[in-house]
């Protein structure tokens, strides 16, 4: 009786097949292992860098952002109060001009908010002892404080020249004291915003009347869950999350992902087309014993599974072997953080690497399919070949 299973090990590891043979099942075997890593290891970089910059832009402007009340006290009353909703902190918003003692002037976005919740949302230390005096306090980023040579505890100048009189046509100008500098290394912030305190903004922005929204930070609840829960109570609310807002950055970032996944299949490619030709190889060198099974009774389907199993076993082991050793570089860079990187760089510290069971469910996929294409290809030689000529 032929036994199906014995026979494709059989035939990989009988001794009498020559040094070539072996030797290409062996490349075959480290490119599919080499794919496989390579496609974990990038793809989990991928991620990670993509999950630390949601997290800081997040970390910097909430999960959602709402705007376009009609009746603002009341509707900030009901919605800071709303299940999963952790803070609700209203802002102003403003282009102005910041002007150093030296005379430099930068054109940025006033950002006004309530300064206690500076620590709690918006994850910035203020230094409310910087100088015991009464002239305002406002935060700047460290690149807009390199572009004006100021540092903390520097006095600046701020206008709002969308608020200026008519009249008189003289721009209302505020004296404040730089508290903090902060350094988010992520997209244009540490380039664009300022925080202003409330009542600051407030007596500069006399052309707003009230707030031009609500950032919301939640607390163990979806953003569509969130996001239906407030238009549910307020449906003509304009309601915005951070993926809306950055959506061109993350649809980058994606193609990214897509176009370093298909390069790096091109390793496994390479490695299908030399596993054709191991199994070719393997069909010319056993010729003699397929005739044999061919006597015995076997079909040219039996003998096409056996060049099925074989494929899998090489394809397979090899790439299981592979996934487990990217796998593994990621659990030990993500438990020893063995992988720095250099800060005034890049905005973080250390190699990020995310893997999540999408990624190795695709991977998985697509190795095994192009096994079973590379087995199909070499199956169609079965078919072609008169095996009772080779007795």
Known sequence: MINKFKLPFGFLRAKEMPGPGKLNIWISMLGFSLGCIALIISISILNGFEGKVKKKIISFEGDLRISGFRNFEKELEIIKYMNGISYAVPFKKRKGLIIAKNELKEMLTFKSIDFRYLKKFYNIDDDDKVKNDNIPRIIIGQVTAQKLSVKKGDLVKIIS???????????????????????????????QIVFVPEEIGN?????????????????????????????????????TSWKDTHHQLFEAMKLEKIGTFITLLLIILVACFNLV????????????????LKVLGASDQVLKSL??????????ISSLFGLGLGLLIVFVQNSLEIMKLPSDIYFVEVLPMEINFNDIFLINFVIVFMILIAAKIASNKIRKTNFLEAI
């Open 277 to 292: 030709s191991c199994l070719l190889l393997i069909i010319v060198q056993k010729i003699k014993q397929f005739a044999i």
């Open 307 to 316: 060049i099925l199993k074989q494929s899998l076993l090489i394809g397979g």
């Open 161 to 191: 020249p969308l608020d200026q009189n008519l009249s008189f046509g003289i721009p209302k100008i505020k004296q404040c004291r730089i508290s903090q500098v902060f350094h988010t290394k992520v997209l244009d912030f540490d380039n």
């Open 203 to 239: 007596s500069l922005f006399v052309r707003k009347k009230k707030p031009d929204g609500i950032d919301i930070r939640l607390g163990g609840l979806s953003s569509l869950d969130a996001k239906q829960q407030i238009l549910d109570k307020f449906p003509y609310l304009n309601i």
